[in-house]
T-cell receptor, first 114, second 110 residues
Framework: DTAVSQTPKYLVTQMGNDKSIKCEQN?????MYWYKQDSKKFLKIMFS???????INETVPNRFSPKSPDKAHLNLHINSLELGDSAVYFC?????????????FGPGTRLTVL | DAKTTQPTSMDCAEGRAANLPCNHS???????VYWYRQIHSQGPQYIIH???NNETNEMASLIITEDRKSSTLILPHATLRDTAVYYC???????????FGTGTRLQVTL
């Protein structure tokens, strides 16, 4: 069983389009995250939700909007896609255990904007 | 969160122990040391974490110096499947971000 799953795995689209990436976790965790890995392989946090509430919002263009319909899902919607949005996007989840937690990552979604 | 320093790359022969060092001289008392790895094109994978005591699990051992300014991740018997980028991260609390550096690229060879 896949703990953290993302769809689609690959996404190729034109500039200016709007697209969504879905993430689901079946671990019963209460916190979910989106990370972006650019072409230089740097991994950076974008957003974090805890119990459907936004708790981390790094410096990300407002074209990116996370949506958490429930604790098990955190979707990423991107408006007006730009070439620079091409990257691999990773979803992760965690659950607090004894003052710390461990994040588990999904397989990633490779977004290519043409 | 404290910054970490890791060697850019390391090689290890298959079957030998791989010892990956990490410096975190500005770590504060409530920060944990985490290790993750990323095998090519896959999502980061949790390996181990610790606060001040040495830790061991089925994947690896983590040795943290007494002053907590550095640590070493040990893969006791490296295999080709352990070839990956290994990230040492220090962070506090829960539901907080992981700040990934450039990591160490470990190449396990025959």
């Amino acid at each position: 069983d896949t703990a953290v799953s993302q769809t689609p795995k690959y996404l190729v689209t034109q500039m200016g389009n709007d697209k969504s990436i879905k993430c689901e976790q079946n671990l019963g965790h209460d916190t979910m995250y989106w990370y972006k890995q650019d072409s230089k392989k740097f991994l950076k946090i974008m957003f974090s939700y805890n119990n459907k509430e936004l708790i981390i919002n790094e410096t990300v263009p407002n074209r990116f909007s996370p949506k958490s319909p429930d604790k098990a899902h955190l979707n990423l919607h991107i408006n007006s896609l730009e070439l620079g949005d091409s990257a691999v996007y990773f979803c992760a989840s965690s659950q607090e255990r004894a003052s710390t937690d461990t994040q588990y990552f999904g397989p990633g979604t490779r977004l290519t904007v043409l | 969160d404290a910054k970490t320093t890791q060697p850019t790359s390391m090689d290890c022969a298959e079957g030998r122990a791989a010892n990956l060092p990490c410096n975190h001289s500005t770590i504060s008392g409530n920060e944990y040391v985490y290790w993750y790895r990323q095998i090519h094109s896959q999502g980061p994978q949790y390996i181990i974490h610790g606060l001040k005591n040495n830790e061991t699990n089925e994947m690896a051992s983590l040795i943290i110096t007494e002053d907590r300014k550095s640590s070493t991740l040990i893969l006791p018997h490296a295999t080709l499947r352990d070839t990956a980028v290994y990230y040492c991260i220090v962070r506090t609390g829960t539901a907080s971000k992981l700040t990934f550096g450039t990591g160490t690229r470990l190449q396990v060879t025959l």
